[in-house]
C-alpha cells in the first residue's frame, strides 16, 4: 500500500521559516513528480511547488524566492522550505505525488495524496 505523510507543520511568526517534509512509503518503484499544494477553508486547493524527477520545479507566483522545494529520489521524500512566512489564514499543506510506479508486475502510474499538514502563520 503506496501512502505520503506529512510532517512539520505548525505556528509560526510572520517572518518565520517552516520546512515541510514527505515521505511516500510502499513498493514503490518510481516516482514523476512530488510537491506541494495548500488550501484554506473555502478556497479550492492551489498548487505551491513542484518538482519532477529530472529536476525542473515548479513555484506559485505567490511564494517565488520564500519558499524552496527539493526531493530526494532514492528516498522518496519532498520537503518544502518556507521562509519570510506572512501573515494568512491557517492553511492544509498537502503532499502530492503523481505518476507513481509501483514495483509490482504489470503496475501502471498513479497518483497520491497525503493527509495533509496544518501551517499557521501568525503574531
Known amino acids: 500500500q503506496i501512502q505520503l505523510v506529512e510532517s512539520g507543520g505548525g505556528l509560526v511568526q510572520p517572518g518565520g521559516s517552516l520546512r515541510l517534509s514527505c515521505v511516500a512509503s510502499?513498493?514503490?518503484?518510481?516516482?514523476?513528480?512530488m510537491g506541494w499544494y495548500r488550501q484554506v477553508p473555502g478556497k479550492q486547493r492551489e498548487l505551491v511547488a513542484t518538482?519532477?524527477?529530472?529536476?525542473?520545479?515548479t513555484y506559485a507566483d505567490s511564494v517565488k524566492g520564500r519558499f524552496t522545494i527539493s526531493r530526494d529520489n532514492a528516498k522518496k521524500t519532498v520537503d518544502l522550505q518556507m521562509n519570510s512566512l506572512k501573515p494568512a489564514v491557517p492553511a492544509v499543506y498537502y503532499c502530492?505525488?503523481?505518476?507513481?510506479?509501483?514495483?509490482?508486475?504489470?503496475?501502471?502510474?498513479?497518483?497520491?495524496w497525503g493527509q495533509g499538514t496544518q501551517v499557521t502563520v501568525s503574531s
Open positions: 518538482m519532477v524527477s529530472g529536476g525542473d520545479r
Open positions: 502530492s505525488s503523481t505518476g507513481v510506479l509501483a514495483s509490482t508486475i504489470a503496475a501502471e502510474e498513479a497518483d497520491y
Open positions: 510502499g513498493s514503490i518503484f518510481s516516482i514523476y513528480l
